[in-house]
């Protein structure tokens, strides 16, 4: 045994040649036992995957605070070795550990996290005896606390609308929920604003002034209002007869005579353009006409002359004013021969 000993003490320091040569078969068997023998190896504990967050349906918010729904795996379910740890990223800025919780008793589980203004990015790791997991991929919460502006392109406050529905056209932040409401009659419509924030709405209208409220609430669930009032017009196109004498007396023919007609739109604006014909009709003398086309204040003049030979008595002059868009309209004055 003492040889043996000896023998591997010579391997120690270089000597094997020399020892197997001296101990024989014996020897160099226990020294291929003792060179073939593996080394051993520390265990090492394999880390697990990382947990799952469930994205929200709606990541703007109002709320300071939020959920995480957290699906862990299987077999860390209640394991007391391992624990999760929360990363927060601000925007610009890198993932900070804000949070630890144990293993849950179940394998979905709810952490609750707070927000701060803004973009809010959240992971999870799993650390253990091992070390930690990488992280699940981030799920985005944006805290919104501002509410959405709303600005009314058309129609203008006060505007006279001569329609059954005025068409409401607007601006507010994108993919928020508009509702115009008419306090006059109740009625409401609801509709999306596109990712640029645009809408347009039409809601029905009630005779004379309407109230109309627009509400606006934005995807974090903040709500703005805004007002305007509409009127609802007749829709009818308006003209008005005026003479330069509604008296002429009979001894002063041949007299000039001046009409003038004055046209509005159904929205109560100048008319432009549009062909008025004039009728003069006199007892005594043939009925005279004439035409002309109103300019950018809305009037059309028709200039005649009354002649010698007209009787005494009551007459009547007209202007009818015709249009593609708005249909017709005749408006008549009295003018009289006088003795």
């Not at 024989?24 to 520390?42: L, Q, Y």
């Not at 944006?142 to 392109?153: C, F, G, R």
């Not at 640029?196 to 609430?217: K, P, R, V």
């Amino acid at each position: 045994m003492l040889g043996v000993a000896a023998a591997v003490l010579y391997i120690g320091v270089g000597g094997l040649s020399t020892v197997a040569s001296v101990l024989g078969s014996t020897v160099t068997g226990f020294v291929d036992e003792i060179v073939a023998a593996p080394t051993a190896e520390p265990s090492v504990a394999v880390l697990s995957d990382s947990p799952l967050i469930q994205s929200p349906d709606e990541p703007y918010t109002a709320e300071g605070t939020a959920d995480l729904v957290v699906t862990v795996p299987a077999a860390l379910v209640g394991d007391s070795e391992h624990r999760m740890r929360i990363y927060l990223a601000l925007k610009d800025q890198a993932p900070a550990a804000v949070d630890e919780v144990p293993m849950p008793e179940l394998a979905r589980t709810i952490i609750p996290v707070e927000l701060t203004k803004g973009i809010n990015d959240f992971s999870i790791t799993i650390i253990g005896p091992a070390g930690e997991s990488d992280p699940s991929p981030s799920v985005r919460y944006v805290l919104d606390q501002v509410k959405p502006p709303i600005e009314i392109a058309s129609p203008t406050d006060g505007k006279v609308v001569n329609a059954k529905a005025v068409t409401i056209k607007g601006k507010t932040q994108g993919r928020s929920t508009v509702i115009a409401r008419n306090d006059k009659n109740g009625d409401s419509v609801t509709g999306t604003a596109g990712s640029d924030g645009l809408f347009e709405l039409a809601l029905s209208l009630a005779n004379g002034t309407n109230l109309i409220t627009i509400t606006s609430t934005d995807p974090a669930g903040n709500v703005r209002e805004a007002e305007l009032t509409v009127s609802r017009g007749s829709g009818k196109l308006e003209i008005n007869l005026s003479a330069s004498a509604y008296s002429i007396p009979r001894d002063s023919l041949p007299e000039g005579l001046r009409l003038t007609a004055t046209v509005n739109d159904p929205d109560g604006k100048p008319l432009q353009g549009a062909n008025v014909l004039f009728t003069l009709s006199l007892p005594g003398v043939s009925t005279i006409t004439g035409q002309s086309t109103t300019n950018k204040n809305g009037r059309a003049v028709f200039e005649t002359t009354v002649p010698r030979g007209a009787d005494e008595g009551g007459g009547n002059a007209a202007a009818q004013v015709t249009t593609r868009s708005f249909g017709r309209d005749t408006d008549v004055t009295v003018v009289s021969i006088t003795d």
